[in-house]
């Protein structure tokens, strides 16, 4: 069990579009969602916090405006990446946490975003 | 934001020794877990340790928790060519509940 799905895992888009990676979780429900964003050699840097049915909460120097994120069910948050630029360019990860009890994170596999 | 500091940095083995990874961290949490990403991949979540622990075992690998310091290792003994990959240790910090990353360690083990 726990098994988050995230897509899509590779996108190529023009600069000044917008991107919307899906994050689902498939056999659980999530209370919260978390996304993250990875540069090449760098580690993981958390973007924000969602929960669901709320507005998400966003670390210091994340745009919320840029990156609007929308956890509007218990399985299901999205993360849109709005008018992107090449130095959006990343990979992008979520995670969830489960509602029922089990002390966990699960991760889904990633979206290679890049920005032409 | 950034919480943990691993080192080194980077690592450079051969096969059959052992690799030893440290994370220092700043605040306090529930647990913290150790991850392994290979390039361009997603993460593998390799172990959990909680607060109340101190050590822990799966197959080859060896994770230390000392809260006093603030600090936890991960060994990984006879190492293969199979484990290069990125080891990553997160923390899940009691407030605010969500994990955060340390910086890394790159693994590379030669046959």
């Known amino acids: 069990g726990a098994v988050v799905s995230q897509h899509p895992s590779r996108v190529i888009c023009k600069s000044g579009t917008s991107v919307k990676i899906e994050c689902r979780s498939l056999?659980?429900?999530?209370?919260?969602m978390f996304w993250y964003r990875q540069f090449p050699k760098q580690s993981l840097m958390l973007m924000a916090t969602?929960?669901?049915?709320?507005?998400?909460?966003?670390e210091q120097g994340v745009e919320k405006d840029k990156f609007l994120i929308n956890h509007a069910s218990l399985t299901l948050s999205t993360l849109t990446v709005t008018s992107a630029h090449p130095e959006d360019s990343s990979f992008y990860i979520c995670?969830?946490?489960?509602?029922?009890?089990?002390?966990?994170?699960?991760f889904g596999s990633g979206t290679r975003l890049t920005v032409v | 934001s950034q919480q943990g500091e691993e080192d080194p940095q980077a690592l450079s083995i051969q096969e059959g020794e052992n690799a030893t990874m440290n994370c220092s961290y700043k605040?306090?949490?529930?647990?913290l877990q150790w991850y392994r990403q290979n390039s361009g991949r997603g993460l593998v979540h390799l172990i959990l340790?909680?607060?109340?622990?101190r050590e822990k075992h799966s197959g080859r690998l060896r994770v230390t928790l000392d809260t006093s310091k603030k600090s936890s290792s991960l060994l990984i003994t006879a190492s293969r060519a199979a484990d290069t990959a990125s080891y990553f240790c997160?923390?899940?910090?009691?407030?605010?509940?969500?994990?955060?990353f340390g910086q890394g360690t790159e693994l590379s083990v030669k046959p």
């Open positions: 997160a923390t899940d910090e009691r407030k605010g509940g969500k994990l955060i």
């Open positions: 995670s969830a946490r489960r509602r029922d009890g089990y002390y966990g994170y699960t």
């Open positions: 969602s929960n669901e049915g709320s507005k998400a909460t966003y």
């Open positions: 605040t306090s949490i529930n647990n």
């Open positions: 340790i909680r607060s109340n622990e």
């Open positions: 056999d659980f429900q999530a209370t919260t």
